[in-house]
C-alpha cells in the first residue's frame, strides 16, 4: 500500500478557514467510509479528531470538519486558532484488512 | 486514564529477533482491538499489525507478514510483537494504538488512544 497523499504545509491567519487534502485510491480512502484524521503536536502523542469521514468525536471543537469526495478526503479547519498549529495526518482502512496513513501536513498559522 | 506504554525496543543486527511489549492500563482491556503501528525515521507512519480483542483474528502488513507475530494476554493487559529476521527498513519508533469501540468485537477502523512508543534499531 502506497502513503495516501497530503500537502507537506498549508497556512492560514487565525479566523481563516484552511483545508487539507487525503488522496489515495479506490482501494482504501474511495472504497471505505473510514477515513479519520489525527493532529499531532511536537512531542505528543496523535489526538483523534475525525472519524468515518465526517464524524467529530466529543471534545473535538467543530470549527474542525471532514468530507469525502472519489478518492480524496479533506479535513477543514474554520475559523483557525494559534493552537491549531500542529501535524495533521489522515488515515485509511484499505482492501486486504490493512490500514494506511497519509503524509502530514504542517499546518501554521501566521 | 488510558496508558499504553511500550518496551523492548534495542539496538539488533539483521537477521536478528525481538520481542516488544505493551502494557495497556486505565481501560478494559480485552475489549479493544489493538494495533501496532511504526515511523521509521523521517518518513511517514506505517500500520504493522492489528489483533481482535479476544485475540483470535490477526492481520498484517505485507512488508512484515510472516516475520512480526502479533499476541496479547488479556489476563496480563499486554500486547506483544514478536520480530524474527529483521532488517535495516524496520528500524522505527513502533507504538501501540488502541482502536476505538462503539460494540465490544465490532472494528470501527479508527484509533482513539496511542503509546509514546520504543525505538528498535536494525545495525550491524
Known amino acids: 500500500q502506497s502513503a495516501l497523499t497530503q500537502p507537506a504545509s498549508v497556512s492560514g491567519s487565525p479566523g481563516q478557514s484552511i483545508t487539507i487534502s487525503c488522496t489515495g485510491t479506490s482501494s482504501d480512502v474511495g472504497g471505505y467510509n473510514y477515513v479519520s484524521w489525527y493532529q499531532q503536536h511536537p512531542g505528543k502523542v496523535p489526538q483523534l479528531m475525525i472519524h468515518e469521514v465526517s464524524n467529530r468525536p466529543s471534545g473535538v471543537p467543530d470549527r474542525f470538519s471532514g468530507s469525502k469526495s472519489g478518492n480524496t478526503a479533506s479535513l477543514t479547519i474554520s475559523g483557525l486558532q494559534a493552537e491549531d498549529e500542529a501535524d495533521y495526518f489522515c488515515c485509511s482502512y484499505a482492501t486486504g484488512s490493512s490500514y494506511v496513513f497519509g503524509t502530514v501536513t504542517k499546518v501554521t498559522v501566521l | 486514564q488510558v496508558q499504553l506504554v511500550e518496551s523492548g525496543g534495542g539496538v539488533v543486527q539483521p537477521g536478528g529477533s525481538l520481542r516488544l511489549s505493551c502494557a495497556a492500563s486505565g481501560f478494559t482491556f480485552n475489549n479493544h482491538a489493538i494495533h501496532w503501528v511504526r515511523q521509521a525515521p523521517g518518513k511517514g507512519l506505517e500500520w504493522v499489525a492489528v489483533?481482535?480483542?479476544?485475540?483470535?483474528?490477526?492481520y498484517y502488513a505485507d512488508s512484515v507478514k510472516g516475520r512480526f507475530t502479533i499476541s496479547r494476554d488479556n489476563s496480563k493487559n499486554t500486547l506483544s510483537l514478536q520480530m524474527n529476521s529483521l532488517r535495516g527498513e524496520d528500524t522505527a519508533v513502533y507504538s501501540c494504538?488502541?482502536?476505538?469501540?462503539?460494540?465490544?468485537?465490532?472494528?470501527?477502523?479508527?484509533?482513539?488512544?496511542w503509546g509514546q512508543g520504543t525505538l528498535v534499531t536494525v545495525s550491524s
Open positions: 494504538v488502541r482502536e476505538a469501540i462503539l460494540v465490544v468485537g465490532v472494528a470501527t477502523y479508527y484509533f482513539d488512544y
Open positions: 489483533i481482535s480483542n479476544d485475540g483470535n483474528v490477526k
